[in-house]
Nanobody
Framework: QVQLVESGGGLVQAGGSLRLSCAASGRTFSIYGMGWFRQAPGKEREFVAAIRGRVISTYYSDSVKGRFTISRDNAKNTVYLQMNNLKPEDTAVYHC?????????????????WGQGTQVTVSS
């Protein structure tokens, strides 16, 4: 059974930083693409960042490019999202997700497994 557990969310002032973690279990973590999505109240879940399995390539939404960094530690079965220069519009529940191929997508329906999410709140 595949499980994804996020941690690291919290309350931070604008301009601050947080690092989210997503611990995976139940499958050979290293070969699959992983993604981070976020969902603000009243809005649809949106793509934030993704990272390939096997070959490290990363992808970002325009709204976070240059501020967020996704990475993975295959030895720890963990993917990270380093978030710098946070803005109030980054406030959302952040979910990690795992696909069924090495190449990650940018759409919600391209992912099979999801974590419960961790709340990030950025105050102005």
């Amino acid at each position: 059974q595949v499980q994804l557990v996020e941690s690291g969310g919290g309350l931070v002032q604008a301009g601050g930083s947080l690092r989210l973690s997503c611990a995976a279990s139940g499958r050979t973590f290293s070969i699959y693409g992983m993604g981070w999505f976020r969902q603000a109240p009243g809005k649809e879940r949106e793509f934030v960042a993704a990272i390939r399995g096997r070959v490290i390539s990363t992808y970002y939404s325009d709204s976070v490019k240059g501020r967020f960094t996704i990475s993975r530690d295959n030895a720890k079965n963990t993917v990270y999202l380093q978030m710098n220069n946070l803005k109030p519009e980054d406030t959302a529940v952040y979910h990690c997700a795992s696909g069924d191929t090495a190449v990650p997508g940018v759409k919600v329906d391209e992912y099979v497994y999801w974590g419960q999410g961790t709340q990030v709140t950025v105050s102005s």
